[in-house]
């Protein structure tokens, strides 16, 4: 809960949502518990504010932030939803890309970029939803009965807590949008050839807001009544909540991905170095709209996450900064995290995540300084690429995210940049950005975005503190790690899953040798 006039914090709650991996490479997510968490944040954050002796009527409107691309499909007449909800960075899709991009002349990936922005990848909204259908006998039988909606996680959320069955929007707003690969960023339309082409009916689809209008009023809970008003996918509202409202401003986010957004203004800028192009925000149904280049990294704080799950050398995610300070050095350690595959800018579904460059020597200190390392050579690969499809190199980077409460990432980060890196002292800009578009839709009009009337942010700075050649040189080899991790992995399974040890011809031919000459064995002393 922010204050419109000043943009002080001034209470929040926050509850970990539970990722489930049923197979390897799937991420799914429960809706249900999604929409609880959010009802447990209002009701939480409410009870917070009256401690604080703050009236809880002075909540003018509410705003929605989402991890964008991430799919669910839910019952219109039951409110349930039809399958767990199909995270952004699952891989399942792959075939399912393999089988669309045979229907593309010459197998062009992208071959959708000028309408969508996008290549064609497991990443996206609509190959998400082909897999349902293809998949799930309830979503194909809802879908055929016209009982079923589609929605990223806004969608979701602004259809649930706005009635539900019982009358709830059905929208979404125009970044959330041009996420799914569904909607041309130009007419700012659902696309009916794209459609066509990924064979999903429309009327499953939300309609489209801008960023900024009130698109209905809570129905339950603390807040009743209270217009929800700002709807931003996550990246768009970062860009919002850090100011970077010019041509040529951007910001870097460090969550479970990374993600890189350059502000163009209101010209989209079709990247030559693997970046997307996005829809930044549109503040307002009569403003424009504005186009952002985005370099997206599936695995920043993720990879924290693993060290710390499923490798077991880290009890909490902040520990890695201590383990990584302790040693100050990978000690020629190098971790490429394509879990996932590897994103912009190479779109390598192939790739898988590799630590190479080990010796006696090295520890899980070293392991813990390489991954951080990591995340910092991936924002490098975005931002080299951002600056040559710009033409005019950034000269400081403004981040924000969960992460950069590392102190040891910002410092590395800075370091391998030969950029300062610049962190606001308030770090949940997202949910600032959401507040903001919240604040100053028509209706609502208590936060201005005039350029004159934003507060200036108080940051910490971190200045480079290494020498350039040493920079290149480590990141020379990190790119040579980055090479070695691709083309490990086909979608292609094995034709028939015999793993019988006659599978093996040498293993085989020995057994059947053996019966044999047992069998002859047996005879001959017979």
């Known amino acids: 809960v922010f204050n419109a006039k000043t943009a002080e914090l001034l209470s929040h709650h926050q509850v970990e949502i539970q990722q489930k991996f049923p197979k390897e490479g799937w991420v799914e997510q429960d809706p249900k518990e999604i929409l609880k968490s959010v009802h447990e944040c209002v009701e939480k954050t409410c009870e917070k504010l009256q401690q604080l002796n703050i009236d809880i009527t002075n909540i003018k409107a509410i705003g929605v932030s989402n991890q964008r691309e991430t799919t669910v499909v839910w019952d219109k007449t039951t409110g349930e939803p039809l399958y767990n909800a199909i995270?952004?960075?699952?891989?399942?899709?792959?075939?399912?890309v393999e089988q669309l991009l045979k229907r593309i002349p010459g197998?062009?990936?992208?071959?959708?970029?000028?309408?969508?922005?996008?290549?064609?990848?497991?990443?996206f909204s609509a190959v998400k939803i082909r897999w349902l259908l293809d998949n799930v006998e309830g979503v194909k039988q809802a879908v055929a009965d016209g009982r079923a909606m589609f929605g990223t996680i806004d969608s979701w959320l602004i259809w649930s807590l706005t009635g539900g069955k019982n009358g709830g929007v059905h929208c979404t707003d125009v970044t959330n949008a041009s996420r799914t690969m569904l909607f041309n960023i130009h007419s700012l339309e659902w696309d009916p050839e794209l459609c066509q082409f990924f064979d999903i009916p429309m009327e499953v689809l939300p309609k489209v807001r801008s960023s900024s209008e009130i698109y209905g009023l809570m129905k339950s809970g603390a807040l009743t009544g209270v217009p929800i008003s700002g709807c931003l996918g996550d990246q768009s509202a970062a860009l919002v909540g850090q100011m970077c409202f010019q041509d040529g401003q951007a910001k870097n986010t460090y969550g479970t991905g990374c993600f890189l957004l350059c502000n163009t203004g209101q010209k989209s800028v079709f990247s030559e170095h693997g970046l997307l192009t996005t829809i930044a925000y549109k503040l307002g149904r009569d403003k424009?709209?504005?186009y952002a280049l985005e370099g997206s990294v599936a695995i920043a704080g993720a990879v924290v996450r693993w060290l710390r799950d499923n490798l077991g050398i880290i009890k909490t995610t902040q520990e890695v900064e201590k383990l990584a300070a302790e040693v100050g050095t990978s000690y020629g350690c190098y971790f490429v995290p394509a879990f996932s595959g590897l994103y912009a800018p190479y779109w390598e579904p192939s790739a898988r995540g590799i630590i190479c460059g080990l010796t006696q020597f090295t520890n899980k200190n070293h392991i813990a300084f390489a991954a951080l390392e990591a995340v910092c050579?991936?924002?490098r690969e975005i931002l080299d690429a951002i600056n040559k499809d710009c033409g005019i190199p950034l000269n400081q980077l403004q981040v924000d995210g969960g992460m950069t409460n590392n102190k040891v990432l910002m410092q590395l980060q800075s370091d391998i940049l030969c950029i300062p890196v610049v962190k606001p002292s308030m770090p949940e800009t997202t949910a600032l950005g959401a507040a903001m578009a919240a604040g100053a839709a028509e209706g609502v009009g208590i936060w201005s975005l005039n350029p004159g009337d934003l507060t200036a942010v108080t940051c910490e700075r971190f200045e480079p503190q290494i020498n350039p050649e040493e920079s290149e040189f480590r990141y020379a080899r990190w790119k040579k790690a980055v090479v070695k991790s691709m083309g490990w992995e086909t979608s292609q399974a094995p034709s028939n899953g015999d793993t019988s040890i006659f599978c093996s011809l040498p293993l085989g031919f020995f057994i059947m040798s053996s019966i044999i000459m047992l069998i002859g064995a047996k005879y001959v002393s017979g």
């Open 87 to 96: 995270v952004w960075l699952d891989l399942r899709t792959q075939s399912t």
């Open 377 to 379: 050579f991936q924002t």
């Open 107 to 123: 197998q062009n990936k992208a071959f959708f970029k000028f309408r969508t922005g996008l290549p064609l990848s497991t990443y």
């Open 288 to 290: 424009p709209v504005c």
